[in-house]
């Protein structure tokens, strides 16, 4: 998953509606489900809200139990927020909803304290700006580095649609700053993938040397 994005409904709200049921666990494990308030009070919550490490089979599956909404769930009236991991994966976010940021924007966040709602153990872009007339990047290094001990890189820049300069190769995964040989531009989109997955998709602010 290059950029997760996390929904927040409202619990209550979506309990309380017509058929509505609910699991006490994952439910391709083909376990029960419930639509009764005896039922509801069955469900191990300290399982289901169990934070940290463990190897019991049980709590495991008691952290995927599931509410089952029949047919579609609306986002409006339930959907609360739309949770991001950084600013920028928001900026990407924004960026790729297009007119429909209008409408959504006010309930798009970033998680506000690390590691409340994302592991962050992955490989992903911190901030981006332009230092010495190049590109730089600031990464958040991965739990598991990749094998190659390079990070593969792929940058696009597009003005009105056409390419004006793109970037394609690899640094070193030991490195947690990076200095591509692009031009500042103050217009256009910026594509940037690392290790083939989109790590950030917007325009870079020419106001600014560094984003963050």
Same mark, same amino acid.
């Given at each position: 998953?290059?950029?997760?994005?996390?929904?927040?409904?409202?619990?209550?709200?979506?309990? #309380?509606?017509?058929?509505?049921?609910? !699991?006490?666990?994952?439910?391709?494990?083909?376990?029960?489900?419930?639509?009764?308030?005896?039922?509801?009070?069955?469900?191990?919550?300290?399982?289901?809200? %169990?934070?940290?490490?463990?190897?019991?089979?049980?709590?495991?599956?008691?952290?995927? *139990?599931?509410?089952?909404?029949?047919?579609?769930?609306?986002?409006?009236? %339930?959907?609360?927020?739309?949770?991001?991991?950084?600013?920028?994966?928001? @900026?990407?976010?924004?960026?790729?909803?297009?007119?429909?940021? =209008?409408?959504?924007?006010?309930?798009?966040?970033?998680?506000?304290?690390?590691?409340?709602?994302?592991?962050?153990?992955?490989?992903?872009?911190?901030?981006?700006?332009?230092?010495?007339?190049?590109?730089?990047?600031?990464?958040?290094?991965?739990?598991?580095?990749?094998? !190659?001990?390079?990070?593969?890189?792929?940058?696009?820049?597009?003005?009105?649609?056409?390419?004006?300069?793109?970037?394609?190769?690899?640094?070193?995964?030991?490195?947690?700053? *990076?200095?591509?040989?692009?031009?500042?531009?103050?217009?256009?989109?910026? =594509?940037? @993938?690392?290790?083939?997955?989109? #790590?950030?998709? #917007?325009?870079?602010?020419?106001?600014? !040397?560094?984003? @963050?």
């Amino acid at each position: 998953m290059s950029i997760p994005v996390m929904l927040a409904f409202d619990a209550p709200s979506i309990l #309380a509606l017509k058929g509505v049921g609910f !699991s006490r666990g994952k439910l391709s494990r083909k376990i029960p489900v419930g639509f009764d308030n005896d039922f509801f009070q069955s469900i191990n919550f300290g399982g289901v809200y %169990h934070d940290g490490p463990t190897r019991d089979e049980t709590i495991q599956d008691h952290r995927m *139990a599931e509410v089952v909404v029949p047919d579609q769930l609306p986002l409006r009236p %339930h959907l609360r927020k739309v949770i991001c991991r950084t600013a920028l994966e928001r @900026r990407t976010l924004l960026h790729r909803l297009g007119r429909q940021a =209008t409408d959504l924007s006010s309930l798009i966040v970033v998680e506000q304290i690390q590691q409340s709602c994302f592991l962050h153990k992955s490989l992903y872009v911190t901030s981006v700006g332009f230092q010495e007339g190049k590109l730089r990047l600031d990464l958040h290094a991965p739990k598991d580095p990749p094998r !190659s001990g390079q990070y593969q890189t792929e940058i696009t820049h597009k003005v009105d649609g056409d390419i004006v300069q793109e970037w394609h190769g690899g640094f070193p995964a030991t490195w947690t700053t *990076a200095l591509l040989p692009l031009r500042d531009r103050p217009h256009g989109i910026w =594509t940037i @993938r690392l290790e083939e997955t989109l #790590a950030y998709e #917007a325009p870079i602010p020419a106001e600014t !040397s560094v984003i @963050r």
